[in-house]
């Protein structure tokens, strides 16, 4: 039931019939019950009652728990994906902040023309976007081919040396101080509920059913790099002569402190250290690059 409420095609017309269980069956009218039926049937009920749903006996924990467990899989899903759109975010402002900066403010160093410097700033900006999308897009693909490579050699290794991934699960339990027995039986429940996540997810410590979106990463840090570049870009290029590369640091100094708290917010670190490490390197980066574009000063 829950494959039916996931996998029938919504297009199915009302018109449209099929055979199931031995009942012909309205296509539009069974996907949707499907889909009803796994989100709102309660959980309690027991494996041993049935019901007649369309003139078919169906297994109440068969159809309940699978639509609770599929619905429960997909927010665990889109919460990691928010996730990774949000690092990819912040990431990309900040290195768009950072990169700008460096970049307005080492020409700034070498020249006072401010439509040199503006074009200089637009062009790292450009360059800095596709950069940054396409870096995420193959990362993101890397880490998902490097899983997947993963998963299939926990599946061959439980087809192959049961035994021995069992030990090693069982070995690992022990480590944290639950009994011999204890471990054992809990081992053996997990394997037996879900061998391969459970497998996976002790061997190689992450979880196979969560899927980060490249294409989601990638249209992130294409979003936030520009955003995050435009500050530096206006600041060097609207302030004052006079004042314009002092005003260019405070203002990226202001930035960096609001997304080094964000992404050490969002990955829980102490916020304090990340903060004071993201100026920091803003500031290093801001001071190399104009002292570099003033030796070439004219």
């Known amino acids: 039931?829950?494959?039916?409420?996931?996998?029938?095609?919504?297009?199915?017309?009302?018109?449209?019939?099929?055979?199931?269980?031995?009942?012909?069956?309205?296509?539009y009218m069974w996907s949707r019950a499907m889909f009803l039926a796994a989100r709102f049937l309660p959980q309690e009920w027991s494996s041993t009652e049935t019901s007649k749903i369309f003139g078919t006996k169906i297994n109440h924990c068969m159809w309940s728990r699978e639509g609770y467990n599929m619905e429960r899989a997909k927010k665990k899903r889109s919460l990691a994906e928010k996730i990774n759109v949000m690092r990819a975010s912040v990431m990309g402002a900040n290195d768009g902040i950072l990169s700008i900066a460096g970049i307005v403010i080492g020409v700034a160093g070498a020249t006072s023309n401010s439509n040199t410097i503006f074009l200089a700033g637009i062009a790292g900006?450009?360059?800095?976007?596709?950069?940054?999308?396409?870096?995420?897009?193959?990362?993101v693909?890397?880490?998902?081919?490097?899983?997947?490579?993963?998963?299939?050699?926990?599946?061959?290794?439980?087809?192959?040396?049961?035994?021995?991934?069992?030990?090693?699960?069982?070995?690992?339990?022990?480590?944290?101080?639950i009994p011999a027995k204890l471990a054992e039986k809990a081992t053996h429940e997990m394997l037996q509920k879900d061998g391969l996540y459970t497998a996976v997810r002790e061997r190689y410590g992450f979880n196979p059913r969560e899927q980060t979106?490249?294409?989601?990463?990638?249209?992130a840090s294409m979003i936030a790099f520009p955003t995050g570049s435009i500050?530096?870009?206006?600041?060097?290029?609207?302030?004052?002569?006079?004042?314009?590369?002092?005003?260019?640091?405070?203002?990226?100094?202001?930035?960096?402190?609001?997304?080094?708290?964000t992404a050490a917010a969002l990955g829980n670190a102490n916020r304090g250290r990340a903060v004071l490490r993201n100026v920091i390197s803003g500031l290093l980066?801001?001071?190399?690059?104009?002292?570099i574009g003033s030796l070439f000063a004219r």
């Open 141 to 177: 693909n890397t880490q998902r081919d490097s899983e997947r490579r993963a998963i299939e050699k926990e599946s061959a290794a439980l087809d192959d040396h049961y035994q021995d991934e069992f030990d090693f699960i069982q070995h690992k339990y022990m480590q944290t101080g």
């Open 125 to 139: 900006m450009l360059a800095g976007t596709v950069s940054m999308a396409m870096g995420e897009y193959v990362s």
């Open 285 to 291: 980066t801001m001071i190399v690059t104009y002292v």
């Open 213 to 219: 979106s490249a294409y989601a990463a990638a249209f």
């Open 231 to 261: 500050l530096p870009l206006v600041s060097i290029t609207f302030f004052p002569p006079a004042i314009k590369v002092v005003a260019t640091v405070a203002a990226v100094i202001v930035a960096l402190i609001i997304t080094g708290y």
């Open 1 to 27: 039931m829950f494959l039916a409420a996931r996998f029938l095609p919504q297009e199915w017309t009302s018109t449209g019939t099929s055979e199931i269980f031995g009942t012909k069956i309205n296509h």
